[in-house]
């Protein structure tokens, strides 16, 4: 996988948001969104979200939200709802500053839970549909122990020095606005299954059965709280990272979701 080149910048509600725009064969068909997870960024997906557009000829949107990558930095600590506020604060701005009316979210872990957040929320626009890929809808756990040890291979340096290859100097705003957010006992209060009876849009949730962030409670939860259809694709060997473990796989299954609900 192949890191992007193209990466560019844009003020948004006073604030640079690094950004790239994939252009697809049909300016009529719905944008691919892609919502990175907790540690993510825009460079992170690599070239993932090319394929995906390419295989379902839809035009493609991939941003670092605030505190991430090349994007300015954010104020920490992160409030305990930060992704309900990603979802009805930025990420409507975003889609307004790209003009985007028609659109497919993609997420990753956090990324999937603020798009289920805002397909839940009712705004213009509505998603055609979402792909959520190791979501959360509440803490468990096993996300506490993972999140636990993350923390610890950070200090050691060992994640950190990996982490700064692509978000630079938000390096300690990345994992510190995550990390101190899902360990704040706080936040095992944290649930967004209320949002889920107002999720019309088509949802395909994807997990893998060796995530060591959240369980298949996850997707239990989705399944019966969503208010349209659900479809779901559960990965053996697989951990927290199923559009890279399992790329093709995921892919090839995404794409007949985004071609069955387009048709």
Not at 234 to 249: F, I, K, V
Request: charged share 20%; aromatic share 8%.
């Amino acid at each position: 996988m192949t890191a992007p080149t193209d990466i560019k910048t844009a003020n948004i509600s006073g604030a640079e948001i690094e950004y790239r725009l994939i252009a697809g064969p049909d300016p009529d068909a719905a944008v691919l969104v892609f919502l990175h997870e907790g540690l993510g960024c825009a460079a992170l997906w690599r070239d993932f979200p090319d394929q995906l557009c390419v295989a379902s000829g839809c035009g493609g949107l991939v941003f670092s939200r605030l505190g991430y990558g090349g994007s300015s930095p954010c104020d920490l600590p992160r409030p305990i709802d930060y992704m309900q506020r990603e979802a009805k604060i930025a990420l409507p701005a975003i889609l307004q500053h790209f003009s985007i009316d028609r659109l497919i979210l993609v997420g990753h872990s956090d990324g999937a839970s603020i798009a289920l957040v805002y397909a839940g929320l009712l705004k213009e626009p509505s998603p055609d549909a979402v792909i959520a890929m190791a979501p959360h809808v509440f803490c468990e756990d096993i996300s506490i122990a993972g999140i636990e040890a993350a923390k610890q291979v950070y200090e050691q340096g060992v994640l950190k020095e990996k982490l700064a290859k692509f978000h630079g100097m938000n390096t300690e705003c990345a994992f510190r606005g995550w990390n101190d957010a899902w360990l704040d006992p706080a936040f095992q209060d944290w649930n967004i299954e209320n949002y889920l009876p107002a999720v019309l849009a088509p949802v395909l949730a994807i997990q893998g059965l060796d995530d060591t962030y959240g369980t298949l409670a996850q997707i239990d939860a989705i399944e019966q709280g969503v208010g349209g259809s659900f479809q779901k694709q559960l990965l053996e060997n697989c951990g927290h990272t199923p559009w890279s473990a399992q790329r093709e796989d995921v892919a090839r299954r995404s794409v007949e979701f985004i071609q069955h609900i387009s048709r």
